[in-house]
């Protein structure tokens, strides 16, 4: 059992890191909308979870650097720089700055020498995870937004502003090369198209907070902010309708990132309407948040069904 385990550990994709970021951006949600236990539950998996997987991370690294390099320039590799900046923007909340800040610049420090091999090596017809490269960027631009709005560190706010207008330029890079079928035969990461957006309004929304930016610019944030918001919903109707319409109800480990985006769009709706003082959004992001909640639920309980059968022993193969 013990062999089995080491091996599927093993053998995960880099995928796994979107597990850590839908985790970790409900724990965000539900410390906004004052669940205080669930979030703190809810942080403490995802940073148990990020733990293990960054020690992978340097185990392959270290010890199979071919199968690193291998998976070190796809979309999926970029969950690792997005997951750490979601555990940063939670630690702000915490007060925890200088954890926050030292997981902004872990970040910093793996984002270029991961997003540059990614984005040489995208092609036509790619499934979601393209997005990961805006996804990614507006992670950074979300945390710096986040330690500058916690009176840590002012300069972080042109940062976040090159940043985010990076993220936007990258999003539609990464949507020239979206296969659309994906909307319906995705395995579940198909809704990052979404995600983006959603982490984008959500950078937005720090930015239009910031002190720094008044008059028409402050007032061009806002609007941007509200637009992102507004692009977000319709792609996730459209992902709605496409899932009803055409079901794909078996696991799959890219399923995280249908739940990434469901509890980003909840995250930046309760943002966003401080920001903005949209009052409606706050009850939005309210009912956005449970859903994710419940698809989170759903995720995890069929993800340990999985594992649970693939352990369970072969009787042909056991039988004398």
């Known amino acids: 059992m013990k062999r089995q385990a080491a091996r599927w550990w093993a053998e995960l994709p880099p995928a796994a890191g979107s597990a850590v970021m839908a985790t970790g951006i409900l724990s965000v949600g539900l410390e906004l909308v004052h669940r205080h236990v669930l979030s703190l539950a809810a942080f403490a998996l995802a940073a148990l979870v990020w733990v293990l997987l960054a020690a ?43 954890a926050a800040e030292a997981l902004l610049a872990l970040a910093a420090a793996l984002w270029p020498f991961l997003l540059v091999p990614v984005v040489r090596r995208l092609h036509t017809r790619m499934p979601g995870a393209v997005f990961l490269v805006c996804v990614a960027t507006q992670g950074l631009a979300v945390l710096a937004g986040s330690l500058a709005r916690a009176g840590e560190a002012e300069w972080l706010d042109p940062a976040a502003l090159a940043l985010f207008c990076l993220g936007l330029v990258l999003y539609l890079f990464a949507l020239a090369h979206f296969d659309l079928r994906q909307v319906v035969i995705g395995a579940g990461d198909q809704w990052v198209a979404g995600g983006a957006l959603a982490i984008s309004a ?26 992102l918001l507004f692009l977000d919903l319709a792609w996730c109707t459209v992902l709605l309708a496409a899932e009803l319409l055409r079901p794909r109800m078996h696991y799959d480990i890219r ?24 009052a409606w959004l706050t009850t939005l992001g309210r009912v956005v948040l449970w859903i994710a909640v419940g698809a989170w639920l759903l995720t995890a309980v069929t993800f340990a069904a999985t594992v649970l059968n693939a352990r369970r022993p072969d009787p042909d193969r056991s039988a004398p």
Not at 202 to 227: C, E, M, N, Y
């Open 56 to 98: 992978d991370f340097v185990r392959r690294l270290l010890f199979d650097r071919s199968r690193w390099t291998a998976e070190a320039d796809t979309p999926p590799a970029l969950t690792g720089v997005a997951a750490t900046t979601v555990l940063g923007a939670r630690l702000v909340a915490f007060g925890r700055l200088t």
């Open 202 to 227: 959500l950078a937005a929304s720090k930015l239009a907070a910031s002190p720094q930016w008044t008059g028409d610019f402050h007032q061009a944030l806002r609007i941007t902010t509200l637009v």
């Open 255 to 278: 399923r995280w990132s249908t739940v990434f985006p469901l509890g980003m769009t909840a995250t930046a709706s309760l943002s966003t309407s401080t920001a903005t003082h949209v």
